[in-house]
């Protein structure tokens, strides 16, 4: 059985675990087929109900490094925690990474995903050299901007749907240390956020992301980070090992309901508040502050969450935010964590990508049934009206006509898949 981190069950036939590329294609032959990572993606994108799963995470070594180009050659299911910890120390770091470091070198390329540098480094894809894709036919396929780039384009974004791939080339940044200077400036409304940013990025941040308050009670509140490697780096032999805590149950029921949720977001604000100003932090607590506690999204009990992730264009962005926030509050629903992000205006990796010019909101939804599909449905109609589009490896119930609208080189892509790959996605929005 997969569970997605949202908590999405689902029961392939079948599940197979190569431990070599070379055994690979043998596993991509008949019926319905799907490489897996991490299960890191919160839906229905790394699940496949109606046919095998062949997991990445057996294909975990780094095969060279090129230490003077800062140029790596992995198999798939390389963790990006590992790419972390072995190049940081040699002054390398990965140049876009998530807000989880537990994800595969391949899930990162198969949802083009996308960290708070957007502005400077764009999204994971646009660092892939090249990559070595087994398609279900026994072939193999090289492939980069330059050779195969229709199939290249394909499958950064590609959701798993054109073949598995075998093989990375990707380029590390040159990075001073392990230490960011960072700071956190606490805002009112939705309005500074948006200055905020705007003053960020102009200034030459080289990172930044908002949290806010969408509880009931306050919404619009919230705190903004930003930081730049720090160039006087401490003793590097002063290795940070993080102290991590772990959820060790799911909880019968939710944990979190409108009193927690009021609760969690006026303390949270609260401590930001008072750690408000410049402070040195660990790329760990920097990039990866939900990694600190591991399981935390079994709070949700066993009915798990939802998260919904909309990026909307730049013109439209602070009115669709503003009414998504009044829809929430609303509701009485509110959201354990949201984050906001600006994407900026660079050409998309994949023919599929998510990140495009814009700001994203993320939000986390406790699955009430009904009533959250409800909401998020109502959230649906403004991201559409404002020509936005859902992010796929977040999703577990958007529209097949809202995908189609947000992602509109889905035909040119289609002519790249694999026709015997497919996910419990694939098959809601796309087949
Ligand atoms: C706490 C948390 C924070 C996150 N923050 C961010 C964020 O800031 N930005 C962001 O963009 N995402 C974020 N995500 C989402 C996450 O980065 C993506 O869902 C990522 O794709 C998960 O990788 P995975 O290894 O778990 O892959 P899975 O979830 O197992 O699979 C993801 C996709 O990769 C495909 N795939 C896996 N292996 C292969 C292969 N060998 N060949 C071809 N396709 C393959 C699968 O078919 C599937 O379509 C976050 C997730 C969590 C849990």
């Not at 040159?174 to 960011?180: L, S, V």
């Not at 200034?203 to 619009?220: E, I, L, M, N, Y």
């Amino acid at each position: 059985m997969t569970v997605s981190f949202g908590g999405y069950l689902s029961t392939p036939a079948d599940e197979k675990f190569p431990n070599w590329a070379e055994e690979v294609p043998k596993f991509l032959s008949g019926g319905s087929i799907l490489a897996t990572g991490m299960s890191k993606s919160y839906g229905d994108i790394a699940s496949n109900a109606a046919g095998t799963i062949v997991s990445s995470l057996g294909l975990n070594r780094m095969i060279s490094f090129d230490a003077e180009l800062g140029v790596l050659v992995c198999e798939p299911g390389v963790l990006l925690h590992d790419i972390q910890e072995t190049f940081v120390e040699r002054g390398w770091m990965l140049p876009v990474t998530p807000g989880t470091s537990w994800i595969t070198v391949a899930g990162a390329i198969a949802n083009d995903v996308h960290g708070k540098d957007h502005h400077l480094a764009g999204t994971f894809g646009e660092h892939v050299l090249n990559l070595t894709v087994a398609r279900s036919d026994g072939s193999l396929h090289f492939c980069s901007p330059s050779k195969n780039p229709e199939l290249f384009r394909a499958t950064i974004g590609g959701l798993g749907l054109t073949g598995f791939i075998v093989q990375a080339t990707i380029s590390l940044k040159p990075a001073a240390g392990p230490f960011f200077d960072t700071e956190t400036i606490p805002f009112e409304s939705l309005e500074d956020f948006f200055k905020l940013s705007q003053e960020t990025d102009s200034q030459g941040w080289q990172a930044s992301v908002g949290w806010f308050d969408c509880s009931t009670r306050k919404a619009g509140r919230g705190s903004f980070t930003r930081g730049n490697q720090s160039l006087d780096q401490l003793d590097l032999t002063e290795k940070k090992t993080r102290k991590s805590v772990n959820l060790p149950i799911t909880p019968p029921f939710s944990l979190v309901n409108r009193v927690s949720l009021d609760l969690f977001n006026s303390a949270y604000f609260e401590l930001q508040k008072s750690g408000a100003g410049k402070r040195r932090m660990h790329y760990q607590e920097f990039y990866y502050p939900l990694d600190g506690v591991k399981n935390w999204n079994r709070i949700y009990g066993p009915r798990g969450f939802f998260q919904y992730q909309s990026v909307i264009p730049m013109k439209t962005a602070q009115s669709a935010t503003s009414e998504m926030l009044k829809v929430i509050r609303k509701s009485g629903q509110g959201s354990f964590l949201a984050v906001l992000k600006t994407f900026a205006d660079r050409e998309p990796a994949g023919l599929l990508s998510f990140a495009r010019h814009g700001v994203t909101l993320a939000l986390d939804f406790p699955n009430r049934g009904e009533s959250t599909l409800a909401l998020m449905e109502s959230l649906d109609r403004i991201v559409a009206e404002a020509g936005g589009a859902l992010n796929p490896s977040k999703d577990a119930r958007m529209s097949r006509s809202m995908f189609k609208a947000g992602f509109p080189e889905l035909p040119r892509f289609l002519l790249q898949r694999d026709p015997a790959f497919a996910s419990d996605f694939s098959r809601r929005v796309i087949d």
